[in-house]
C-alpha cells in the first residue's frame, strides 16, 4: 500500500497527530514502563539498554556472543514477534518509541530494495482477540510518539494485544513507555495459557514480503492452531548451525517446534563456515541439528518443514555444485524420515505443496511469499500443528 494512503488511514482512524498536536493533546497522559506488571510480553527474551529507552531483543547478549554470524547477532535485535498485552478501558493508547535505522550496505539499484529501505514500520493492534488495523510508524531514527488507539465515545474495557514491527532494516524498537490517558483503568491480561510454538527460520520465517506483523505466515499459522507463536527467524541466514541448536535446546519456554530453514542454503555454500557445502553434507547437518535438540528435549513436537518455490528452480539456475533446490529438500526429507524412525514427535511437511505458483504467491524477488504465500505456508503449517500439539 502507498505510504501516504497508509498514513492518511492512520490519521483518519487512530489520530496518528503532528507533532505539535500530538504534544498538546497527550500532556494528559498516565505512563507505564515496560516492567509494569500489568503488561504482558511475548517473545520478549530481555530487554537492553538503547537509545535513552529499553529495547526487547529475542536472543540475550550473552549467546549472541557466542554466535559466530553477524547477520544472525543483528537480526535478533530485530522486534519480529514481540507482542505486548494488557487490559485497559482507555480512549488513547500512545507508545513512547524510537524506531531505528539499521546500518547496512548502500542501496542497489533495484526498485525493491529502495521500497523497502522506505517502508513504514508498522504496529497491529487487537481488541479481544480480534485484528483491527496496522498503524505506521514515522521513518526516522528518533524517539516519537505513535498513537496506537484514539477512540471516541464512551470508555469500553477491552484486552488489548499489540505487534511490534517485525522488519530488520528500519524497525528496530526501542520503547521508552506506554501512554493510556489520565483516567484509564489499567489491568494485566488474562494469562494465556495456549501452547507456545518457536519457529526457527531465515527471512521467509522473519517476515520478509509482507507489510504488517499479523500478515508474517508465523503469526497466522498460530492464529489457526491458536497457539502462542514465538518467532525466531533471522533475515539472510537460517543455516542450521550447531550453535543455533543448541540455543534453541537451552531455551525452555516451547511446547513444540517448527524447523524452516535451507532457501539459503541452495547456494551451495555453508553460510556459517563459506566453505562449499553438497545436498548430501545439508543433509547430515541437518540430522545433526535435529540431534542437538532431542538430546535435551527427546519428546516436544517437531514440525520440519522443507523450503517453499525458489527462483533458481523457476529461472532453471544451478548452483556452484551443479545441484538445484529439489536437491536440498531430497536431503532434508531423507534426514526427516530417518530420524522418524525412532521419533514418533517429529513431522514432516513440504513447503512445495504450500508455495509452488511464482505467478501469485511470490513477491518480485521470486524468494518471499506474499500475501497468499503468507496464508497458504500457515494453512500448511497449522495443519501440521494441531495433531502435535494435541499429542
Request: net charge neutral; charged share 25%.
Amino acid at each position: 500500500m502507498n505510504r501516504f494512503i497508509s498514513l492518511g488511514l492512520a490519521f483518519a482512524i487512530f489520530g496518528l497527530l503532528p507533532a505539535s498536536r500530538a504534544a498538546m493533546a497527550q500532556a494528559d497522559m498516565q505512563w507505564l514502563n515496560v516492567d509494569d506488571a500489568r503488561l504482558q510480553w511475548t517473545n520478549a527474551i530481555s530487554w537492553e539498554p538503547r537509545a535513552g529507552g529499553l529495547q526487547a531483543v529475542r536472543v540475550p547478549k550473552a549467546q549472541r556472543d557466542r554466535w559466530s554470524q553477524d547477520n544472525e547477532k543483528k537480526r535478533a535485535m530485530s522486534g519480529a514477534g514481540v507482542s505486548v498485552k494488557f487490559r485497559t478501558d482507555a480512549r488513547r493508547i500512545v507508545f513512547r518509541t524510537t524506531l531505528l535505522e539499521v546500518e547496512t550496505v548502500p542501496l542497489a539499484t533495484n526498485p525493491e530494495d529502495a521500497w523497502e529501505f522506505n517502508r513504514p514500520p508498522y504496529f497491529s493492534l487487537y481488541r479481544d482477540g480480534k485484528y483491527v488495523a496496522a498503524i505506521p510508524g514515522r521513518i526516522q531514527g528518533t524517539q516519537q510518539e505513535v498513537v496506537i488507539l484514539n477512540a471516541t465515545g464512551p470508555a469500553v474495557e477491552a484486552e488489548y494485544q499489540v505487534l511490534f514491527p517485525f522488519y530488520y532494516r528500519n524497525a528496530e524498537t526501542v520503547m521508552h513507555g506506554i501512554g493510556f490517558d489520565a483516567s484509564a483503568k489499567i489491568a494485566a491480561a488474562a494469562p494465556d495459557k495456549r501452547p507456545r510454538v518457536l519457529f526457527y527460520g531465515d527471512s521467509i520465517t522473519h517476515g520478509h514480503g509482507v507489510t504488517a506483523p499479523h500478515e508474517t505466515y508465523v503469526w497466522q499459522a498460530c492464529e489457526r492452531a491458536d497457539c502462542v507463536p514465538l518467532n525466531f527467524g533471522f533475515g539472510g541466514t537460517g543455516w542450521g548451525e550447531r550453535i543455533v541448536g543448541e540455543t534453541i535446546a537451552d531455551r525452555g519456554d516451547w511446547d513444540a517446534l517448527v524447523i524452516a530453514i535451507g532457501t539459503n542454503s541452495f547456494g551451495g555454500i555453508d553460510g556459517a563456515t563459506r566453505q562449499k557445502e553438497t545436498a548430501a553434507q545439508y543433509g547430515e547437518k541437518y540430522g545433526t541439528f535435529l540431534d542437538i535438540i532431542r538430546a535435551r528435549w527427546p519428546s516436544k513436537p517437531i514440525v520440519a518443514m522443507t523450503p517453499i518455490l525458489n527462483r533458481a528452480e523457476i529461472l532453471n539456475i544451478r548452483n556452484p555444485n551443479g545441484e538445484m533446490p529439489q536437491d536440498y529438500r531430497n536431503a532434508i526429507e531423507r534426514a526427516v524420515r530417518e530420524h522418524q524412525a525412532k521419533d514418533r514427535n517429529l513431522y514432516f511437511v513440504s513447503g512445495l505443496k504450500m508455495v509452488d505458483d511464482q505467478r501469485d504467491m511470490l513477491v518480485t524477488d521470486l524468494v518471499h511469499p506474499n500475501d497468499v504465500g503468507m496464508r497458504n505456508m500457515a494453512a500448511g503449517v497449522a495443519e501440521a500443528l494441531r495433531p502435535a500439539l494435541r499429542r
